[in-house]
Structure formats: C-alpha cells, structure tokens
C-alpha cells in the first residue's frame, strides 16, 4: 500500500480512534490530543491534495474486498478540495478551541447559587448546581464529527455516504447542545431535521438501488445514464429518488424555506462550535448534492423542472436571507442569517447542467471553449465560493464569539467600538467581509466571476442579476456588523464604553495569542483568492464530463 493511499484511510480512522481516546482523558490531555490530532489530519490530507492535483484520482478498497461488496474510498478533485478545507479550518477551530476551554460550552457543575434569593427557584425548577464555561464533551464529539466529515467526502457508495452524514448529523446535534440550557430547543428542533433529512436520502438511495442493483456512485450512474428512454418505471423512480435526495439535502443545508432551525442553532451554539456548524457541517450536505446531481443522476431531462425549483429557491435564499440579515442587532443571529443568504448561491448552477443550449458554445468557430467547460466552470464558481463560505464564516463567528464571551453580549449597539481594544479581531472580521461580499483578490469573487462567465455563455442572464443583488446585499448587511465595531467616538466626541469583561481573572480562556485563530483563517479568505484557476484544473479530475 502507498503513503497516499494509507493517508485516505487514516485520515476517517485517526480522528474517529481519537475521540474514543479522548472519553478516557483529563482536559488539558484532551486538549493536548485534539491539538496533535488536528495536526494529523491536517498532514494526512497534503498527500492526498497533491497526489489528486497531479491528476490521479485515488481509490482504496478497505479490507481488499471491491465493490459492490466491500466498502471503498475515493478520492477525485471535488473530494480533494473539501478535505482541504475542512483540514485547514478544523485546525485552526481546534487550536482555538484548546487555548480557550471556555469556548467549549457549559457544564452544570455540584453547587449552590450564588444569590440567596434565587435559591428556592432553582430547587423547583431545575437540578441543584451552576453552570461553568467548558465542556468536557466537545472534543470527542467534535473529533467523531470530523472523521465524518471526511467520511461524507471520501466515500466512494451511497450507503456509506449516509453513515457519514448520520455521524456528522448526530454528533453536530450534540455540539449544539453544550451551549446549555439556552440551546438544548435548538438542538432539539435540529435533531428533528437530521433525522428527517436522513431518512429522506435513506428512502432515495433505496430507490437508486432498486433501479441500479449497486450502490456504488460510479457505477449507479453509469447505469441510470444507460437506462432506455422506454424504461419510464425506472426512469420515474430516479426521478422520484432526486427528488426525496434533494429536498433532504436541502433540509440539511439550510435552503429557504426550509432555514428555520439554522438561526438559533448556529447563534446558541458554543463559540468554538459556531464556526464548525456554518463551515464545515452543512458543507457536507452540499458535497453530497454535487455528488448525486452531477455522478449520480446524469443529465437527465426528466430533472429539468426540479432543477429550476431549486434554483429559485436558492435566490429566494440570497434575498430572504440579506434582508433578515439586515435586521438583526446582534452579531451572531447576523452572520447566521449571512449563512442562509450564501447557501442560495450554491443552487444557482443546477439549471446549467441539463440545459441543453449550456453547450451550445463549446467547439464552435470564433469560440475558445472547449467541451464541458461551461459546466466546469460553474461548479468551480459553485466550489469555489463554498470554500471561501467556510474561511470567511468560520473567522467570523470566531471573532464573533471571542466578543460575546468576553463582554457576555453580542448586541452591535453595545459593542460599539470594540476595534479599539481588539482591533485584531476586527480586521479580521473585515477580511471575511471582503471575501462574502465577493470583493477582488478573495476566492468569493473568484468563485462570482466563474459563476457569472459560465451563466452568460450559457445565456442565463438571469443569473447576473442575481450575483449582483446579492452582493450589494452582503455589502449591506456586513457594512452593518463591521462598522461600529470600527467608531473611534460619539458624535460628540464622548468616549465610547464597552461592557465591563465577564472572564474572571483565573479564566485563562481569553488571550490574545487565541484572536490569531480568526486572523488566519480571514487572511486565507483573501490569498486564496489567486487559486481560481487551479481550482478549476483540481476539479477537473475524476469529473463526470
């Protein structure tokens, strides 16, 4: 067996065999072990990024058996890409996460209130005891919810493909809820959607199955592109099937109008827990929707309306989404709402792959386009602004976060000024802005820019209008964030007071050394920026065109 091959099995068994360790640990063993497996993952997936960038797509049969009967990894440009990423925020989050425990959650601890008055409340309502910043769970939960992750992206058949999604579902489920009691509704009403959605892929896998008689993705494909235009019962249940894949899907990732439990999911969720929900969570609902749309189903016609649908409503995501954005006074119900709004941008490109005038352009004289680089293109730009979705939400809810826990608010209004004293913070806030608004030299206008070229040879101009609206929209709504936070004074010339700190002395969580976490990750938003045509060279191996 190759280093390359080993890593695309060690890279789904070592963080999943370290959250196991990690249930036997103290905490400052746990936070050690979260820091050393990061970093393992992290060098894990180089090999597999550059072995899959020279144009090799990998593929490892676990315990030597092949499909249909054993379970197989498999690694091509799409896999590649979302591995990276999710390596490179992970750790990042991870190194966060272990300099400051605080950021893990709650824990109800033995105790008695502090106040004399409150005492008899506490013994009828609730269990005797206080709440203290730290959870000792988040570690192996969040360690399973990558091995998942990886999981999701590396799969090479359906069924596994949904064990994944199920430990990413669960476990995220969980991570939700150690922000205490605030958030156990949220969590609740989320594990509601898991389940829905994965029992809606479950009854859709089971209906390619009983199609293709495999459920290996390559394969299933090749046989539903192979089925005869007289085959309506197989060609009805695929169709049937996409339908109930997609709409779970949707469920999972959040799409308008199906967005209602994101808000006070993301926004009640712990600080180090926040940014892996909006990053990388819900990016592994959006992997397996590429996955299925693209590998699975083919250009079948017979999607044509469904396709439409989905696009409309992920406009109707960008627009719904800005607007609530807009009207939030709050930092992270904000960034929450900018996670619904980014979501509908992923949908847009989904009436390009069976429109049939989507290659009119390719080969003809006077034209430089050559076959499949319509589509290629708008599922770099679909990539390549999810991608940017994951830096730039990721270091925005971090320094969202560290501001809430460290004045116990997130309202805009009382955190006026706040880039004086953490002006770290800020500008990386404003980096992420640059790179959700789609501004030059980010990977969001390089991700806009594919999008947009791709929809005009195609002649979806519709789709200009769109990109356009919503990025006068994100402008809007991260202008109302970032600004304040940038007031020098008031308007006459008063100094400004922020909340008095909420961290105790003895709480070592927030340090200045901890503010460099989103810094990074805001800055990679912007250098990425210059990958857009690598980007589109990586996806090119294994695609389905």
């Known amino acids: 067996m190759s280093l390359t091959l080993f890593c695309l099995g060690a890279v789904v068994l070592v963080p999943l065999l370290a959250s196991a360790l990690s249930v036997l640990l103290g905490s400052v063993a746990r936070?050690?072990?979260?820091?050393?497996?990061?970093?393992?993952?992290?060098?894990?997936?180089?090999?597999?990024?550059?072995?899959?960038?020279s144009g090799q797509t990998l593929e490892l049969a676990l315990g030597g058996f092949e499909s249909p009967l054993g379970i197989t990894l498999r690694a091509d440009g799409l896999s590649a890409l979302f591995l990276a990423m999710t390596a490179v925020v992970g750790a990042v989050v991870s190194c966060y996460a272990a300099a400051r425990p605080a950021s893990t959650g709650?824990?109800?601890?033995?105790?008695?209130?502090?106040?004399?008055?409150?005492?008899?409340?506490h013994r009828h309502t609730e269990p005797p005891g206080v709440w203290r910043a730290g959870h000792a769970g988040f570690w192996p939960l969040w360690l399973g919810c990558w091995s998942g992750l990886n999981a999701v992206f590396l799969s090479?058949?359906?069924?596994?493909?949904?064990?994944?999604?199920?430990?990413?579902?669960?476990?995220a489920v969980a991570l939700v809820a150690l922000g205490g009691r605030d958030a156990w509704p949220a969590a609740l009403r989320y594990l509601f959607i898991a389940v829905l959605g994965s029992l809606l892929f479950l009854i859709g896998v089971a209906l390619i199955y009983s199609v293709t008689g495999t459920l290996d993705i390559i394969d299933s494909g090749e046989i539903i592109t192979g089925l005869a235009a007289e085959d309506d019962a197989d060609l009805a249940a695929v169709v049937l099937a996409l339908c109930l894949i997609s709409l779970g899907l949707a469920l999972k990732v959040a799409l308008v109008p199906l967005h209602r439990w994101l808000i006070p999911a993301h926004s009640s969720a712990p600080s180090a827990v926040s940014p892996l929900l909006s990053a990388l969570v819900i990016k592994a609902a959006l992997f397996v929707l590429l996955r299925v749309w693209l590998w699975v189903a083919g250009p079948l016609p017979e999607l044509a309306i469904l396709a439409w649908v989905l696009a409309g409503m992920g406009a109707a995501a960008i627009l719904v989404g800005s607007v609530m954005a807009l009207r939030q006074t709050r930092l992270k119900p904000l960034i929450a709402y900018?996670?619904?709004?980014?979501?509908?941008?992923?949908?847009?490109?989904l009436p390009l792959l069976l429109d049939p005038?989507?290659?009119?352009?390719?080969?003809?004289?006077?034209?430089?386009?050559?076959?499949?680089?319509?589509?290629?293109?708008?599922?770099?730009?679909?990539?390549?602004?999810?991608?940017?979705?994951?830096?730039?939400?990721?270091?925005?809810?971090?320094?969202?976060?560290?501001?809430?826990?460290?004045?116990?608010?997130?309202?805009?209004?009382?955190?006026?000024?706040?880039?004086?004293?953490?002006?770290?913070?800020?500008?990386?806030?404003?980096?992420?802005?640059?790179?959700?608004?789609?501004?030059?030299?980010?990977?969001?206008?390089?991700g806009k820019w594919l999008l947009a070229t791709s929809a005009v040879a195609a002649g979806h101009y519709w789709m200009l209008v769109v990109l356009v609206a919503g990025t006068l929209f994100s402008a809007a709504y991260l202008l109302k964030a970032v600004a304040p936070l940038l007031v020098m004074s008031e308007d006459d010339q008063t100094e400004l007071t922020l909340p008095q700190a909420q961290t105790r002395p003895e709480d070592p969580t927030l340090t200045g050394k901890a503010q460099l976490a989103p810094f990074v990750l805001g800055l990679l938003t912007v250098l990425t920026g210059f990958l857009g045509v690598w980007l589109t060279g990586v996806l090119e191996v294994g695609a389905p065109w």
């Open 31 to 53: 936070r050690v072990l979260g820091v050393i497996t990061s970093a393992a993952v992290l060098g894990l997936s180089t090999p597999i990024l550059v072995q899959v960038t």
């Open 106 to 121: 709650k824990r109800l601890v033995p105790g008695t209130p502090d106040r004399d008055a409150d005492k008899q409340h």
């Open 156 to 171: 090479g058949d359906l069924f596994n493909t949904y064990v994944g999604l199920e430990l990413v579902g669960l476990t």
């Open 338 to 349: 900018s996670t619904v709004a980014q979501v509908g941008y992923w949908f847009l490109l």
């Open 357 to 446: 005038e989507t290659s009119a352009l390719e080969g003809q004289p006077g034209t430089t386009l050559d076959d499949g680089a319509v589509l290629a293109g708008a599922l770099s730009g679909t990539v390549a602004l999810a991608l940017g979705h994951g830096l730039a939400k990721a270091s925005l809810f971090l320094s969202a976060g560290h501001l809430k826990d460290l004045y116990g608010t997130d309202e805009i209004a009382d955190l006026r000024g706040a880039g004086r004293a953490h002006p770290m913070l800020v500008m990386s806030m404003g980096l992420s802005a640059v790179g959700l608004i789609g501004l030059p030299l980010s990977l969001g206008f390089s």
